[in-house]
């Protein structure tokens, strides 16, 4: 059964850290691209940042940039999304995607767009707040 689930999020402060991991099941995580996206309350759900098959340069949206850092442990089949300096603007719900065709893997880790053939997981809650 293929499964992609989140962990990793909970409560921070402003400034605080938190480390998000993405366990894949089901499939080889060495084939795919993954994503995380979030969609804070009363938004749309935005890409944040892209990891693809190739270990190439990740991407990342303006608003993380600097702050995120994804990375993969294709042994593990799990992905990480490390997030230094949170502040309430991250607080979300943020989901990992994945995607292994090359068209799908251009348009989500070139443009952070969500396409129709993401696996998606359940998702996890991070609250940024004092």
């Given at each position: 059964q293929v499964q992609l689930v989140e962990s990793g999020g909970g409560l921070a402060q402003p400034?605080?850290?938190?480390?998000l991991s993405?366990?894949?099941?089901?499939?080889?995580?060495?084939?795919?691209?993954?994503g995380w996206f979030r969609q804070a309350p009363g938004k749309e759900r935005e890409g944040v940042s892209c990891i693809d098959d190739n270990n190439?340069?990740?991407?990342?949206?303006?608003?993380?940039k600097g702050r995120f850092t994804i990375s993969r442990d294709n042994a593990k089949n799990t992905v990480y999304l490390q997030m230094n300096s949170l502040t309430p603007e991250?607080?979300?719900?943020?989901?990992?995607a994945a995607v292994q065709d090359a068209i799908s893997v251009q348009a989500m880790c070139n443009g952070l767009r969500?396409?129709?053939?993401?696996?998606?997981?359940?998702?996890?809650?991070?609250?940024v707040s004092s």
């Open positions: 400034g605080g850290s938190l480390r993405c366990a894949v099941a089901g499939f080889t995580l060495y084939y795919y691209a993954i190439s340069v990740p991407t990342y949206a303006d608003s993380v991250d607080t979300a719900v943020y989901y990992c969500e396409v129709d053939t993401i696996l998606w997981g359940k998702g996890t809650l991070v609250t």
